[in-house]
C-alpha cells in the first residue's frame, strides 16, 4: 500500500502554490536545429546572392556584374542574348545534357539490370565492373579528364561535340547504374513470373511490370545524370575544344568581367530545378 500510494509523487514535485512544476528543457536541444539552418544557409546564400544581383543595375560603360547595389532593374532578362557566345554556349550544354542523360539512362538502367540478375559463371567479370563503377565515382575529375585527353589524341579524334557527349556519358553511367540497382534491391521477381506464365513475352514483361516498377530510380538516376552534365568544368575543359559548353565560357569570361547574363542564366536553371521538385513532391503526394 505504501508503495502506490508514494507511486504518484515521483511523477512530478509539486511546485510553488501546489503546481506541477515543469520539466527543464535543456538549451542543447537547440544544436542541432541550430546546426542544420546554418548548413541550409551556407547552401542557400551564394544562390540567393546570384539571384539577387540578377536584378541589380549596372553604372559602368560595360555590362560587367557588380556587387554594389545600384538599384534594381530586368534590363539583363530582357537583353539575356546580347552577350556573343553566351546564349549558343547555353544551349549547347542543354543539348549535351540531354543527349549525354538519354544515353547514359539508357545504358545505366540495363548495366544496373544486368549487375543485379545475373551472377558468374553466366555474368563473368562481375566484381570487377562493380569496381570500375565505384572507381569512377571516386576518380578526381582532373584523372578523368586528362585520360580521356590523352585517349582522343590518341585516336585521333577531333575535340567537339562528340568528345564531349562520350565523356559525359562516360562518368554519368556509373551514377544512374548504382542508383538503379539500388532501387531494384529487393525487387520481387514473381511480378515477372506471373506475367510470363500469363503468357507475356520478355519485352511486354520488362514494358509493363519491370519498368514502372524500377521508374523511380530510373528517373532519379536521369535527373542525377543531367545535373551532372549540365555542372561539369573539369573534364568538359580539358575534351570541349571548339564547341564551348556554358561552364567553360564563364570561366573565360571571368579574365575580362563576367557579364550580368549570366546570373540570369543561373537563376534559369534554379528555376528549373526548384520546379521539378515541386512537381516530384505534388505526383508523390497524389500517388499516396
Known sequence: MSAVATAPATEAAPGPAGRPR?????????????YSWLIIAYLV??????????????????????FAWNGF????????????????????????????TVLATV????????????????????????????????????V????????????????????????HVMFSIAYVAITVRARMAGFDRSLEEAAQDLGANAWVTFRKITLP???????????MAFALSIDDFVTSNFVSGSAVPFPVWVYGATRIGIPPQVF??????FSVGILC??????????KA
Not at 551564394?46 to 556584374?65: C, E
Not at 578523368?144 to 562520350?166: E, I, N, P, Y
Not at 516498377?213 to 535527373?223: C, D, K, N, R, Y
Not at 521538385?277 to 497524389?286: L, N, T
Open 22 to 34: 515543469r520539466p527543464r528543457r535543456r538549451w542543447t536541444r537547440f544544436i542541432l536545429p541550430a
Open 45 to 66: 546564400f551564394p544562390i540567393a546572392v546570384m539571384i539577387l544581383y540578377s536584378f541589380n543595375r549596372v553604372t559602368t560603360g560595360l555590362p560587367q556584374v557588380s
Open 73 to 100: 532593374t530586368t534590363q539583363w532578362y530582357q537583353q539575356w542574348s546580347n552577350v556573343s557566345g553566351l546564349t549558343s554556349a547555353f544551349w549547347l550544354t542543354i543539348r549535351l545534357g540531354i543527349a549525354s
Open 107 to 142: 545504358l545505366g538502367t540495363l548495366l544496373a539490370l544486368a549487375l543485379v540478375r545475373y551472377r558468374p559463371p553466366r555474368f563473368r567479370g562481375k566484381t570487377l565492373v562493380e569496381q570500375v563503377l565505384f572507381l569512377n565515382i571516386a576518380a578526381p575529375e582532373i
Open 144 to 167: 578523368l579528364g586528362a585520360s580521356l585527353l590523352g585517349l582522343f589524341v590518341t585516336v585521333t579524334l577531333a575535340r567537339g561535340f562528340l568528345t564531349l557527349l562520350l565523356a
Open 213 to 223: 516498377l524500377i521508374m523511380p530510380g530510373v528517373l532519379a538516376g536521369a535527373l
Open 264 to 269: 540570369v542564366f543561373g537563376t534559369a536553371i
Open 277 to 286: 521538385a515541386i512537381a516530384s513532391i505534388v505526383v508523390g503526394r497524389r
